[in-house]
């Protein structure tokens, strides 16, 4: 059972996939980690009989896990699509990753799938957005992020229509190559939110991201954890979540609303592994090592089928 770990270069040193690595050393995991801009995308008819990495022929891998954070191009998502052509179990699957990294995309989708799951009112920017608009349509304080951003960065709250001015004014002056969302600010979530981890589209475990009176609750913006068990509603709009959005494992982000109202913030495949450490003095299973484990179990089930 040969399992490919792909990567960014550029991400390499990042911690989560640090951890990956170690923990497959730990297990003695059959499970190489690939460096994805030396895969060579070909596709051809017929049945393929090796991969390419470095232009040298290679087995196909039975299973694939991705951990791009950050660093999914078209080119990763080729590699992908192609292995999953090639009847290679991938985790997160093409769809997963295109559904996740687009944040736009997500709650299209989501609203598409249902009518009732909540998530922050959302424009996308365009040169022609008048801060007007924004202040009928969305009010203020609102939140402006960019479309592909992770660990808080690339996201601000805007308090007045004035300061929003201001940054569609930059926006329209210069040459960006991302997209930019304007959000709903749900103020009784400041500074928390709750995240719901998935290990094979299912809940596995949870926790609150809390950073005081500080706007962001990530981790990495200085955010404490604190293990949690989720109300079952919340699992169940979590589960149908990674459904439509096909996240095998990753995590849905929830903002806490009025009145024991949960909005879905941010649906991740792959997403960051700095809950390990508190998971294991929390003595919590890791979601991380249940979807190793049953990935394999999947492709053994395939292989042998």
Not at 175 to 195: P, T, V, W, Y
Request: charged share 20%; glycine share 6%.
């Amino acid at each position: 059972m040969l399992g490919w770990f792909l990567v960014n270069q550029e991400t390499l040193d990042e911690p989560s996939i640090q951890t990956i690595i170690q923990l497959i050393e730990k297990m003695n995991l059959n499970i190489k980690t690939v460096e994805v801009s030396e895969v060579q995308v070909l596709c051809e008819p017929g049945t393929s009989k090796n991969c390419f990495i470095g232009g040298e022929a290679t087995d196909i891998p039975d299973f694939a896990l991705s951990a791009f954070f950050g660093g999914n191009n078209y080119h990763s998502k080729a590699v992908v699509k192609m292995l999953e052509s090639l009847n290679v179990l991938c985790v997160n699957s093409s769809e997963s990753l295109n559904n996740t990294a687009d944040k736009l995309l997500t709650f299209q989708k989501l609203a598409a799938a249902s009518k009732t799951v909540l998530f922050p009112k959302t424009v996308l920017m365009n040169p022609k957005t008048k801060a007007s608009f924004i202040a009928a349509e969305i009010g203020f304080p609102c939140v402006v992020k960019v479309m592909h951003g992770s660990k808080g960065k690339g996201v601000v709250q805007i308090k007045t229509e004035k300061e929003l001015e201001n940054i569609l004014d930059i926006y329209a002056a210069m040459n960006f190559d991302d997209h930019i969302l304007i959000q709903e600010c749900i103020a009784a979530s400041k500074g928390r939110d709750m995240r719901i981890m998935l290990s094979g589209g299912k809940y596995a475990t949870a926790y609150i991201r809390d950073n005081g009176d500080h706007f962001k609750s990530n981790l990495s913006q200085g955010g404490e954890l604190q293990f949690i068990t989720p109300p079952e509603p919340v699992i169940e709009i979590a589960e149908k979540a990674a459904e439509v959005l096909d996240i095998y494992f990753g995590s849905i982000d929830f903002l806490f609303g009025e009145d024991d109202t949960y909005y879905i913030c941010e649906a991740n495949s792959m997403t960051g592994l700095t809950y390990s450490a508190g998971a294991s003095s929390d003595k919590k299973s890791n979601p991380l090592l249940i979807t190793l484990k049953s990935i394999m179990e999947e492709a053994e089930k395939r292989k042998q089928n």
